[in-house]
Each structure stands twice: as structure tokens, then as C-alpha cells.
């Protein structure tokens, strides 16, 4: 029994999946490339990603702002490269969703959705700290040099007021790492009329699964956190079973079957679970409703249409009626594309009708 189902009773949906992953240098550890070691890999690397002549033709990945691309993305001497393979990161690696710590200072760094990997807390490289002149000089992510003088400086609390000419700001210092020359702050400096931008640590390509790291003080061991990302396509199907439909019961006391003969059908053989052998098919040429049913006692009889007078002449109790177990999906080619099952039996009365919703997912 089929029936054909309407466009507008179908209807689709899209949806991302989200996976996390954590990964570690011992499965897949950091490789450098620079022009002395690896170099195709280096310029392959630069001539895609990190382009002088970068613009919306042929820019991959996402930037904040395409006009600060040198910024964004900074070149190096050399790159340390995470690359994952496609089925631990799907379509593409999920926005906003990398952490990686690095092991040896426990510094965590995270992705700005817009592929640029910066650290938590935000860092400025130190070129120069004199506190007999109450000066410190930093470099910010567009290597644009900041003289500022030293105001305020509370060893307890680490508070220091940085000025630049009348303007000034209040920060509190994490840490100063004299082995490194950066300096660590809780909060991003900001100075009216300065723009200083916090370090660049790298950058994820997440359609490619391509993690680049171009501050080469990170060590080579890290713990790495993300997600990937699978698109999953819904179709909803309305099944409707109107009054009446579908109520031809295959019950073999409800039906008459008509044979047209048989023939031999060879099974193919299953290697240790049976052989093959002969088996007759017989051919159905018609299959027909009987025109009276019988109770269970054998003791009465009646039509199909007695239900509708009088459902207490039904000496069966269930009017023959088929129960709905299984639902099944073809194409306009009659190929079965989803089987749907029931949590229990629905009885198909004849006179009501029954809306059943199919979900299946791609």
C-alpha cells in the first residue's frame, strides 16, 4: 500500500553538530618550517596564508579587518605548524572554540574568531625598562614602538599607572619575564589616542585544520582544545493516513490470495554460515479483501461494512483493522531511502484520520 506524499509536507533543516577534542605534542607534535629547514613547506605556507598582496580574492581564512592585515598576520622566520587530520576537525574547526595552553608556562591562548591566536591575558614585548628614568618601552603587534613613563607602582598589588603625555592608564601587572622581554598584564593597556595591540601568537585556519604559531618563545609542548564541526541536514516528512486509507488488511482471515504458480530460486552460499540451495517462489497474481469475516468462536459472521452500523456486530473485537508498525520512505524511483519504527502499534480505525511525523537525518 502506497501513497504519494506532497512537497508541502516535506520539509528540511540544517543544523551544526559540535565534537571537542583534546590533543596533545605526543600525538601530533609541533613541525617547523623556515627557510633553512622545511622550506617548501614554509613558502607553501606563506604564498596561501600570508600574502603581501592579500585581498577578499585571494585571502583564505577570515581576518577582523582586511585593511590590518600585516598585523593579523604576522610573519616569522619561522612557523610551528599543527596540522590535524581532516576527521578530527570535519568541515572546519569551530570559531572561538581553540585553547591551547602551552605545558612549560602553563600560558593559555585562545582564538579570537577571526583566526588570530592571542593569549589570555594580554602581552606586550619589552624592549626596554629603566626604573631609575621611570620609563619602560613596549612593542605591540604591529612591531609600532611605545615610550611610557612609569607612574604610580604598588609592588603589594602589582598597580602601576602607565603614561603618555598627559594621557594615562592604570593597569596591574601580572608578570615581567626578563627571559623572554614580554610583560603580562590583567588587562589590555589603554591610553586615549594610543592604539597598542596585545601580541599575536598565531593563527588557525579552521576550514584546513591548520594551526600556525609565529611567536617562536612558546615551547614545544602544549595540550590543544576545540572543536569540530558537522553539518547535519533534517527532513521532516508529514505522513498522513486519511479516513479510510490503508485499512486493507493483510491479515491471511481477511484476504484472498490468488497464486500464478512457483519457480526455483538458487541462494548464494555464506562461507560458514550456510550453503547455497534451491528454493521455490511462489508468484502472487492478485490479493483480495474477503467479502464476509469470521469471530474467533466461529460462531458469527458479518461484512466489512458492519462496523459502521454497529461496531457491537465486530466479533472480533478489532474490526480486522491493520495496526501500523513500521513506515516506509521510497524516491520518485521507488528505492527505499529510510524505514521508520513505531514505539508501539497504532490501530488504523477506518474512521479517523492519523498524522504521523518522520524525522531522518543526513
Do not use: C
Not at 605526543?26 to 613547506?41: F, G, H, R, T, V
Request: aromatic fraction near 10%; charge should be negative; hydrophobic fraction near 30%.
Amino acid at each position: 500500500m502506497l501513497k504519494t506524499i506532497s512537497k508541502s509536507n516535506i520539509t528540511q533543516r540544517s543544523f551544526n553538530a559540535y565534537k571537542e577534542w583534546v590533543i596533545t605534542n605526543d600525538a601530533y607534535p609541533i613541525e617547523s618550517a623556515s627557510l633553512s629547514n622545511n622550506k617548501s613547506k614554509y613558502k607553501s605556507i606563506l604564498t596561501k596564508y600570508y600574502r603581501d598582496d592579500a585581498n577578499v580574492f585571494n585571502l583564505y581564512g577570515s581576518v577582523s579587518n582586511i585593511a590590518n592585515i600585516t598585523s593579523e598576520r604576522t610573519r616569522a622566520s619561522q612557523l610551528n605548524i599543527i596540522s590535524l587530520p581532516q576527521n578530527k576537525y570535519g568541515e572546519q574547526i569551530k570559531p572561538n572554540s581553540v585553547v591551547y595552553t602551552d605545558l612549560n608556562s602553563s600560558t593559555r591562548f585562545v582564538d579570537n574568531g577571526k583566526s588570530e591566536l592571542t593569549s589570555t591575558s594580554p602581552l606586550y614585548n619589552i624592549v626596554s625598562l629603566d626604573l631609575h628614568l621611570s620609563q619602560i618601552v613596549i612593542v605591540d603587534n604591529d612591531l609600532e614602538q611605545f615610550t611610557l613613563t612609569i607612574g604610580d607602582l604598588d609592588l603589594e598589588s602589582g598597580e602601576v599607572v602607565l603614561t603618555f603625555g598627559s594621557d594615562s592608564d592604570s593597569v596591574i601587572i601580572a608578570r615581567i619575564d626578563f627571559n623572554t622581554s614580554t610583560l603580562v598584564t590583567t588587562s589590555d593597556i589603554d591610553i586615549p589616542n594610543l592604539s597598542i595591540d596585545k601580541l599575536s601568537y598565531g593563527n588557525v585556519f579552521y576550514s584546513d585544520g591548520l594551526i600556525v604559531l609565529t611567536n617562536n618563545t612558546l615551547s614545544d609542548r602544549y595540550r590543544l582544545t576545540y572543536k569540530s564541526t558537522k553539518t547535519i541536514h533534517e527532513t521532516e516528512v508529514l505522513v498522513s493516513v486519511n479516513e479510510g486509507q490503508f485499512n486493507y488488511s493483510q491479515n491471511p482471515s481477511a484476504v484472498e490470495v490468488t497464486l500464478s504458480g512457483s519457480y526455483d530460486f538458487t541462494t548464494t552460499a555464506v562461507t560458514n554460515a550456510f550453503p547455497s540451495q534451491t528454493k521455490k517462489i511462489k508468484e502472487v497474481l492478485d490479493i483480495k479483501r474477503k467479502q464476509t469475516y469470521t469471530g474467533t468462536t466461529g460462531s458469527k459472521q458479518g461484512t466489512w461494512n458492519d462496523y459502521f452500523e454497529s461496531s457491537s456486530t465486530d466479533p472480533t473485537g478489532s474490526y480486522l483493522t491493520p495496526f501500523i508498525t513500521t513506515i516506509g520512505l521510497y524516491d520518485n524511483d521507488n528505492n527505499m531511502i529510510a524505514v521508520a519504527k513505531l514505539p508501539k502499534p497504532i490501530k488504523n480505525l477506518p474512521d479517523y484520520d492519523v498524522n504521523f511525523i518522520v524525522r531522518l537525518d543526513t
